[in-house]
């Protein structure tokens, strides 16, 4: 890449990015504010946003918003757990299992584009409407990105890794753990990363659409209530919530990848 | 015949899956008020073929899908290319995208039952706006990755900036803005079905739903498998249409 000459935007970004990444946030917030204050709106259309953190912060003394992040995490990160140990599994059994393969792979191509939250009905009539319905719907939405990409990741491993590996005396399981997976281990990253906000997003179908605990069954009540403040605090609750996931998510890759050349770790923006 | 062939030997696995279903139910292994078998599904599903109910309630989901999903690429595009190739507008725009990327979309839904109602506007504003970050992230990153030598050879071709943007920007970012659209047309999928079971008196999430609550579960499976092959089926329409506009790069 040639050394661009920097233009005017370029020398001052340092500087300008900092105050001005604060500023369309800060701006923003403070129209909200304003804008539930002028009367353009019904307090419930848009309640100020002073009011909504009024009511988070009630939500954190009275202990409510603990026990619900801690309900649905919990789901969350259990289905997502599921999703990533069973796919890591297929996946890997797909890649190197030629009947396994045979079995497996139209229904990973057809299950992985379906959407597979119409069967939630299906999974309260098998499993209830309490957490093991709530899970395994979950699990059954954030496993196919986990097993399409260890299928690919393990698949590219190049071929003059597992020889050498062989001609010095590895036999099958010692290749699979010492060089297959480490080799395929970034891409099965980046699928554990679009899982993720998957196992999420239907954590909070699930609960907004079973009701009972958790940040989505407070929000949904909120709303049959008409308690709006209810509904914007649940927002900023599950903002949260989703915030420390994704950044989370990223520490493990650069703590699990320090030794690989990546060059940047994947970033959402 | 031989590709015919393969097609179908690829896709026995299916059949079986179709098979253990049909079995496990007709013996009674498993009882019918938990599975129905799939022969009488597919029964059911003929029934509300010919009286139209399906007919109408898939009308409804997709006109809902195809209006959200369109406003969120056409918006989504736009904002995405434009906070590439402006500075103020990307310097205003990515803190705010950034903030709002990793709620989870399906938050929206009550704030749309408070904001619009049981109608059609509140599904459709819900997967404009669900629908409308992947497009701008994936559009500003393919924006952004263009290679600034195509640019300036360009430039100093003599093209105006809306000939950069046209020739050489938007051919360029294509590839990842079409692969942002396709989670897009997941995540449509997704707000739709869940918004039309919790909050809504049409389509096909309501008459999952509907058909649950009454307990007729032979036709719950019936739209139930309705809307999967849908989704599945827009999937592959989806990337046959990438593969056809990408042709040129091959």
Redo the contacts between chains.
């Keep these: ?2 050394a ?1 000459a920097p233009s005017r ?1 370029e020398r001052l970004r340092p500087v ?2 900092l105050a ?3 500023a ?2 800060v701006a ?1 917030l403070i129209g909200w504010e304003l804008l539930g204050r002028s009367g353009a709106f019904s307090r ?2 848009l309640p100020p946003l002073s009011l909504v953190l009024g009511r988070v912060a009630d939500d954190v003394m009275s202990g409510l918003f603990l026990t619900d992040v801690v309900q649905t995490l919990y789901r969350t990160l259990i289905g997502f757990s599921i999703s990533a140990v069973l796919g890591i599994v297929i996946g890997v059994l797909i890649a190197r299992i030629r009947f396994v393969n ?6 990973v191509s ?1 299950g992985f ?10 999974f ?3 499993f209830g409407v309490y957490n093991l319905s709530k899970i395994a719907l979950i699990a059954f939405n954030a496993i196919f990105p986990v097993i399409i990409a260890t299928i690919a990741g393990t698949q590219a491993v190049e071929k003059e890794l597992v020889w050498s590996a062989r001609s010095l005396g590895a036999r099958g399981r010692e290749v699979l753990w010492e060089v297959v997976l480490p080799a395929a281990l970034p891409q099965i990253i980046t699928g554990l990363q679009v899982a993720l ?1 998957i196992a ?6 699930t609960e ?2 079973m009701g009972g605990t958790g940040i ?1 069954g407070t ?2 009540r ?2 049959r209530f ?1 308690d ?1 403040l209810g ?2 605090a ?2 900023v609750e ?2 949260v919530v ?2 420390i ?2 950044k989370g998510m990223e520490l493990m890759r650069r703590r699990l990848l320090v030794w690989h050349a990546e060059v940047e770790s994947v970033s ?2 | 015949m031989t590709g015919a062939l393969t097609a179908l030997y ?5 059949l079986l ?1 179709a098979a253990l279903w049909e079995g496990l139910t007709r013996f009674g292994i498993v009882s019918d008020l ?1 599975l129905p078998p799939l022969s009488g599904v597919i029964a059911s599903w003929f029934t509300l073929f010919e009286d139209g109910g399906i007919l109408y309630h898939t009308g409804a989901s997709l006109l809902r899908g195809v209006s959200g999903l369109g406003l969120a690429i056409a918006v989504g595009t736009t904002l995405g290319v434009l906070m590439a190739w402006i ?1 103020p507008i990307r ?9 709002f ?7 929206l ?3 749309m ?3 619009l109602g049981f109608g059609d506007a509140s599904k459709i504003v819900l997967i404009f706006l669900g629908c409308m970050l992947p497009v701008t ?1 994936s559009a ?2 393919g924006a952004r990755g263009v290679d ?2 195509l640019i300036w050879s360009a430039r100093s071709l003599g093209a105006t900036r809306g000939e950069v943007l046209r020739e050489v920007i938007a051919p360029a970012a294509l590839p990842e803005i079409l692969s942002g659209i396709r989670t897009a047309l ?1 995540l449509s ?2 707000l739709l ?2 918004s039309e ?2 909050i809504s008196r049409e389509g ?2 309501y008459l ?2 509907n058909f ?1 609550d009454a307990g007729i ?1 032979t036709s ?2 019936a ?2 498998l309705t ?2 092959a ?3 089926a ?3 329409l989806y990337l046959l249409f990438v593969r056809r506009v990408l042709a040129w790069r091959e």
């Excluded at chain 1, 045979?102 to 229904?107: C, E, G, K, T």
């Excluded at chain 1, 584009?113 to 299906?122: E, G, N, R, S, W």
């Excluded at chain 2, 990327?101 to 938050?107: G, L, M, Q, R, V």
Aim: positive net charge.
């Design positions: 890449m040639n661009a935007f300008l990015s001005m990444n604060g369309s946030i923003l419930f259309l045979w079995l497996f792979d139209p229904i057809v584009p379906t959407p597979k939250i119409a069967f939630l009905p299906v309260m009539l098998w906000p999420l997003v239907i954590a909070l179908v907004l659409l989505g929000m949904i909120a709303a008409a709006s509904v914007f649940g927002i599950i903002a989703g915030w996931l994704i959402t923006v | 690829r896709y026995v696995p299916l899956l938990v500075v310097v205003v725009f990515r803190p705010i995208v950034q903030m990327y990793p709620i989870p979309k399906s938050a839904i009550p704030i039952m408070i904001w992230v500003f990153n600034r030598v997941a999928f997704l079905v869940s079971l919790l096909l999430g999952i739903g649950g579960y719950m499976f739209v139930v809307v999967s849908l989704g599945f827009a999937d592959r």
